[in-house]
């Protein structure tokens, strides 16, 4: 498969490949503790993570809790 | 005790709901929780840095407490549903303490798009606190929206400017009497959470004036006590006030 650019948290990243959910925060090396992730504006399961395929141009956010008020 | 207070079918012995931003270190957050007596905490949604330092902050939240997520740093509508979403996913809870912020320099809450985010969020599902400015109309509209408490602000957020709205929150009191009313945001000094429970608030939410105090385990002990002392005379009912003196010694029969 041909490399693939997304943006993932407002930064662009090069993929040699698509990449499932699970693979990518893999990829990125995040902690799957306690996040959320969502694809183009839609929240993702975590249990749809393995099914979901990142491709060419996709909008992702991953997110977790911070200290606040 | 009986004076519990409830909330969307949950029971809390502690009327102080406290935040775990600004704390200097884990141990002073963590010391000042235990301090405080509060049984819900809120933390923020953030996005995971990339870079690979991200840590679990929930492992620094006692297990026992409840997670409040907030919507804090949203500014329209559409991001506050998109991060309540997103936080009950990864937490797995309906609470949401909503949050949509009108203008950067005061932090005041816009009420039409808290209000647009209420709706859509109680349809799916949620528990919305909504954070808004002290309007008894705005309250009233949140609450048909299906939010099971409002939480008006008392002064700006992280300002400690203390109960800047006391005839605001006392006719949310009176006009809303069956309401759960949460004062959120600020609180400076204990006694601006004792007036604020004086005026008849259910409970209080605060951050800034327990985690910027130079001890914050001791300050949260001290609004605990305030919060407490407020609560217990509200049910007390204060005296009338007056302008002339009232003697509280017999005047008859003191030696003439």
Known sequence: MAAITIIVNGEERDLDSELDLNDLLRHLAVPEKSVAVELNGKVVSRIDWPQTIVSEGDTIEVVHFVGGG | MADSFHLAGTTFESRLIIGTGK????DEMKAAHAASGSEMVTVAVNRVPLDGSSESFLDHLDPKMKI?????????????????????EALDTEWIKL??????VTLLPDNEQTLEAAKVLVKEGFVV??????????????????????????APIGSGMGVQNPANLRILREQLPDATIIVDAGVGVP??????????????????????????????TAMKLAVEAGRLAFLSGRMPKRLYASASSPIEGAIK
């Not at chain 2, 949050?99 to 950067?104: A, K, N, T």
């Open chain 2, 23 to 26: 704390y200097r270190s884990y």
């Open chain 2, 68 to 88: 409040l997520p907030n919507t804090a740093g949203c500014y329209d509508a559409d991001h506050a549903v998109r991060t309540a979403r997103l936080a009950r």
């Open chain 2, 99 to 104: 949050e949509v912020i009108g203008d950067q």
């Open chain 2, 129 to 154: 606190l909504p954070y808004f400015t002290d309007d008894l109309i705005m309250a009233k509209k949140l609450l048909d929206a299906g939010c099971p408490a409002v939480m008006p602000l008392a």
């Open chain 2, 191 to 220: 006694s601006d959470a004792a007036i604020a429970m004086e005026l008849g608030a259910d409970a209080i939410l605060m951050n800034t004036a327990i985690a910027e105090s130079r001890d914050p385990a001791q300050m949260a």
